[in-house]
């Protein structure tokens, strides 16, 4: 009896010498979690995560899947195929839960925070050079071409904003092209072909230096904390999982964090520029240390910008546009019981604390 308390007692501390015990977890075989990304910057929290061993610490084993649209990972969700994906904050997300979507926001994944823009409203070099600077300047645009990726798309959202700031009314007033992936948007409105456009920001840089574009607003400056993008689960496995998810949490948090500091003076961590470069459309550290800070800000208590998300909604079924026949609840959109209780136990028991 005695060899055998003194053999457990020597396994467990050989275990915890290897830190084969994580926190908050058993010995036993980690949580598994496949989760969809978007190769985009607003995912640097979960990609410092996965990249520096925070969810293994936690207990879970990540499994990554990239889709260049986060909306593309919903069938995938519904199928069964993954666990948690990025959305972005657009009409479409409203409209796949009011269709019976079984998914529900949980966490931030991007915002337009002052001074942290992710995405910028650009004119012609021609519309530039002949006075168009400012956000009142873009009353020029009445009657011409403004491209976004999507109708009711977060770019679609930020252009809309800045013409009606101008003055426009943007369901009338302008000319929308869409359906058009934005590096070919920034390359038509270096061709003429397009008069403003709305880009995530690096392309919006490259615009501007290759003469192709210039920036008139950022979107911080445009509708300051505005959401990007959310991160989203199964309704299902939010539930049913939570403790899982709480230490998931835990993981995140600690890698927005070190984003954001990362984002303010990339130079202290060179590897988080590796690691970013590592999942993004941006491939060179270099190009993402350029636009430092304006990689979008995530929000350190995890939690999504709740009424930005619902003024989108409303503006969606609004005034101008009708993109969402159907409004949905904040019940129906938020499950945010997990970053409450992460944040909470985060704060109290500092588990990645050096």
Same mark, same amino acid.
Not at 223 to 239: E, M, S, V, Y
Not at 268 to 280: S, V
């Given at each position: 009896?005695?060899?055998?308390?003194?053999?457990?007692?020597?396994? &467990?501390?050989?275990?915890?010498?290897?830190?084969?015990?994580?926190?908050? =977890?058993?010995?036993?075989? #980690?949580?598994?979690?496949?989760?969809?990304?978007?190769?985009?910057?607003?995912?640097?929290?979960?990609?410092? &995560?996965?990249?520096?061993?925070?969810?293994?610490?936690?207990?879970?084993?990540?499994?990554?899947?990239?889709?260049?649209?986060?909306?593309?990972?919903?069938?995938?969700?519904?199928?069964?195929?993954?666990?948690?994906?990025?959305?972005?904050? =657009?009409?479409?997300?409203?409209?796949?839960?009011?269709?019976?979507?079984?998914?529900?926001v949980f966490a931030d994944w991007g915002n337009n925070k002052p001074g942290r823009a992710y995405t910028a409203f650009l004119v012609s070099q021609k519309l530039y050079d002949?006075?168009?600077?400012?956000?009142?300047?873009?009353?020029?645009? /009445?009657?011409?071409?403004?491209?976004?990726?999507?109708?009711?798309?977060?770019?679609?959202?930020? =252009?809309?904003?800045?013409?009606?700031?101008?003055?426009?009314?943007?369901?009338?007033?302008?000319?929308?092209?869409?359906?058009?992936?934005?590096?070919?948007?920034? /390359?038509?409105?270096?061709?003429?072909?397009?008069?403003?456009?709305?880009?995530?920001? #690096?392309?919006?840089?490259?615009?501007? #230096?290759?003469k192709m574009g210039q920036i008139v607003a950022t979107g911080d400056e445009i509708a300051p904390n505005f959401q990007i993008a959310a991160f989203a689960g199964r309704k299902?496995?939010?539930?049913?999982?939570? +403790?899982?998810?709480?230490?998931?949490?835990?993981?995140?948090?600690?890698?927005?964090?070190?984003?954001?500091?990362?984002?303010? =003076?990339?130079?202290? +961590?060179?590897?988080?520029?590796?690691?970013?470069?590592?999942?993004?459309?941006?491939?060179?550290?270099?190009?993402?240390?350029?636009?430092?800070?304006?990689?979008?800000?995530? #929000?350190?208590?995890?939690?999504?910008?709740?009424?930005?998300?619902?003024?989108?909604?409303?503006?969606?079924?609004?005034?101008?546009?009708?993109?969402?026949?159907?409004?949905?609840?904040?019940?129906?959109?938020?499950?945010?019981?997990?970053?409450?209780?992460?944040?909470?136990?985060?704060?109290?028991? /500092?588990?990645?604390?050096?």
């Amino acid at each position: 009896m005695k060899m055998g308390r003194t053999l457990k007692s020597f396994v &467990a501390a050989l275990a915890a010498t290897a830190g084969i015990v994580a926190f908050g =977890a058993s010995a036993a075989a #980690n949580d598994v979690i496949r989760v969809g990304y978007g190769p985009f910057l607003s995912g640097g929290g979960l990609f410092i &995560a996965q990249e520096k061993g925070y969810f293994n610490k936690m207990g879970i084993t990540v499994e990554l899947r990239r889709f260049d649209d986060g909306s593309l990972a919903v069938p995938a969700m519904i199928a069964g195929e993954l666990e948690l994906t990025n959305l972005p904050a =657009a009409a479409n997300l409203f409209n796949g839960i009011a269709k019976g979507a079984p998914i529900a926001v949980f966490a931030d994944w991007g915002n337009n925070k002052p001074g942290r823009a992710y995405t910028a409203f650009l004119v012609s070099q021609k519309l530039y050079d002949e006075g168009v600077k400012t956000i009142p300047d873009l009353v020029k645009l /009445k009657g011409k071409k403004v491209g976004v990726g999507a109708l009711g798309s977060v770019n679609h959202y930020n =252009a809309a904003q800045a013409l009606l700031k101008a003055g426009l009314n943007p369901a009338k007033d302008v000319q929308w092209v869409v359906n058009i992936p934005q590096p070919d948007l920034m /390359k038509m409105l270096g061709q003429g072909q397009l008069d403003g456009s709305d880009l995530s920001y #690096n392309l919006a840089v490259f615009a501007k #230096n290759n003469k192709m574009g210039q920036i008139v607003a950022t979107g911080d400056e445009i509708a300051p904390n505005f959401q990007i993008a959310a991160f989203a689960g199964r309704k299902d496995f939010l539930t049913q999982k939570h +403790d899982v998810m709480v230490r998931f949490m835990l993981a995140y948090l600690q890698g927005v964090k070190e984003f954001n500091a990362a984002a303010g =003076a990339p130079d202290n +961590d060179p590897k988080i520029l590796d690691i970013l470069a590592k999942y993004t459309t941006l491939n060179k550290p270099e190009l993402i240390k350029a636009i430092a800070p304006n990689w979008a800000y995530l #929000n350190e208590d995890g939690m999504p910008q709740i009424d930005s998300i619902m003024a989108m909604q409303d503006f969606w079924s609004g005034e101008y546009f009708q993109y969402v026949q159907k409004k949905v609840t904040r019940e129906q959109l938020f499950d945010l019981s997990i970053a409450k209780e992460a944040k909470e136990k985060f704060d109290r028991e /500092k588990p990645f604390a050096n």
